[in-house]
């Protein structure tokens, strides 16, 4: 399990590079998008993809700080809890130990996660609003 979650680690730094360009197009490419009430849809689609992605990468990332930071059973009472409880687990478990960067890695990691999620709706409903006001 340890050369796996090394490979992990290893594997991180790849996506963290994609957070980075996630970013990049969060802040150039879609405020303009916005602008133009075509293209308000794909910004939205942008959004909810991107928001899966950085989810992906917290997810990533919370499995190797339980195994690191906690060990094998921390980390399988997370998988246990349908995959996703590794993510509550690792900010619980940097909480308590006072891992603070760690910790508020997460939290924006689930921020990141959340936030574009419900950006994402709430733009395809503004749009989808119109477009019955419209018939």
């Known amino acids: 399990m340890e050369g796996l979650v090394r490979w992990m680690g290893a594997v991180l730094s790849w996506l963290q ?37 950085t989810g992906f990468v917290c997810w990533w990332w919370s499995i190797i700080v339980c195994y690191t930071a906690f060990g094998g059973a921390f980390l399988s009472v997370g998988l246990l809890l349908g995959g996703i409880g590794v993510i509550p687990l690792a900010v619980f478990g940097t909480a308590t130990h006072g891992i603070w960067p760690v910790f508020w890695d997460l939290i924006l990691g689930v921020a990141f ?9 709430f733009i395809m409903y503004r749009c989808v609003g119109r477009e019955e006001a419209k018939a």
Do not use: E, N
């Open 17 to 53: 590079t994609g957070i980075t360009i996630t970013l990049a197009v969060w802040i150039l490419v879609v405020p303009p998008m916005l602008l133009f009430r075509k293209l308000r849809q794909a910004a939205a689609v942008i959004l909810m993809c991107s928001s899966y992605y």
């Open 113 to 121: 996660m959340i936030g574009p999620r419900i950006l994402s709706v």
